[in-house]
C-alpha cells in the first residue's frame, strides 16, 4: 500500500509500506494491505512504518529505526485517511 506522511512545512515521505500503525485517539492501531476505508484522528504517540522504507536525506532525522525494516516518526497530533490502498498522513 502507498503511504504519504505530510507535515505543514513539507510531505516527509511517499512510498509503499508493508503495515502502519498509528496512535488513534481511542487506542493504537494497524492497517495493512487491503484495509478497510478509515479516517481517524491521531493523538501524540508513534507512527510505526515497516517495510522497506526509504525517507528523503532531508527528512531523515525526523525518523528512528526501530529495527532493520521498521522506522519511527514521533508525532504530537495529527488525522489519517486509508482509501484503496493509499494512506495520507496529516501530522503535527
Do not use: C, W, Y
Request: glycine fraction near 6%; hydrophobic fraction near 40%; avoid cysteine.
Amino acid at each position: 500500500m502507498f503511504l504519504e506522511i505530510v507535515t505543514p512545512e513539507a510531505s516527509i515521505f511517499q512510498g509503499e509500506v508493508e503495515s502502519v500503525t498509528v496512535p488513534g485517539v481511542d487506542g493504537e492501531f494497524q492497517m495493512l494491505n487491503n484495509h478497510a476505508p478509515i479516517v481517524s484522528l491521531l493523538q501524540e504517540g508513534k507512527i510505526r512504518i515497516k517495510g522497506d522504507v526509504n525517507v528523503e536525506e532531508e527528512h531523515q532525522q525526523k525518523f528512528d529505526s526501530e529495527d532493520k525494516t521498521t522506522r519511527v516518526l514521533k508525532i504530537k497530533s495529527g488525522t489519517i485517511e486509508l482509501n484503496d490502498n493509499k494512506i495520507i498522513i496529516l501530522v503535527d
